[in-house]
């Protein structure tokens, strides 16, 4: 089992251009989430879903969507980058009704100039 | 705004040392409080949970210890080892119609051998 996997790696973008941040599980997990990570500022949730068809805002959702079509996918799109999204972006599954228990991707480093 | 604050954000322990982390939260509506641990290049990892009406839990060399009055609680590694060395981050959880997991800034642990 892969559990969670995120691509790309790295990436880097100019400010004002769109890009998707992917992730997969393989764990059959309901609940999904998206977090930045920043120095000095811990994780910070972004969105999250709850089942395949019902996403929910987090802490820090502006600048960003989602959308789950299905159990195993939830991508993340940044609309229009901007310098203070650039962050380690980790995506992270949970089982029902655990929201605690985050199972998390290795993270895709993002640099937006 | 910081729900949850830890300290100290980074420590330094010598080897078969205690190592302590503290977090304190104010939302008395959580009700779980998991610790993540976290090496360098990889995303976060549940180390351990407890819930607000248990006052202590230990799995092997890590203990939780909750003080629900205080709106604290900390992690103790007993005989820290190099091993060790990573990034704690403590966590608030709430579940139900709107989940909220809300993580400290992390600590910076150092086990020198």
Sequence with gaps: NAGV???PKFQ??????????????DMNHEYMSWYRQDPGMGLRLIHYSVGAGITDQGEVPN??????STTEDFPLRLLSAAPSQT????????????FYEQYFGPGTRLTVT | QQQVKQSPQSLIVQKGGISIINCAYENTAFDYFPWY????????????????????????RFTISFNKSAKQFSLHIMDSQPGDSATYFCAA??????????????TLLAVQP
């Design chain 2, 37 to 60: 641990q976290q090496f360098p290049g990889k995303g976060p990892a549940l180390l351990i949970a407890i819930r607000p009406d248990v006052s202590e839990k230990k799995e092997g």
């Design chain 1, 87 to 98: 962050s380690v972006y980790f995506c992270a599954t949970s089982p029902r009704d655990s």
């Design chain 2, 93 to 106: 959880s709430k579940g139900g119609a709107t989940n909220k997991l809300i993580f400290g800034t992390g």
């Design chain 1, 5 to 7: 996997t995120q691509t």
């Design chain 1, 12 to 25: 880097v973008l100019k400010t004002g251009q769109s890009m998707t941040l992917q992730c997969a599980q």
């Design chain 1, 63 to 68: 600048g960003y969507n989602v959308s789950r």
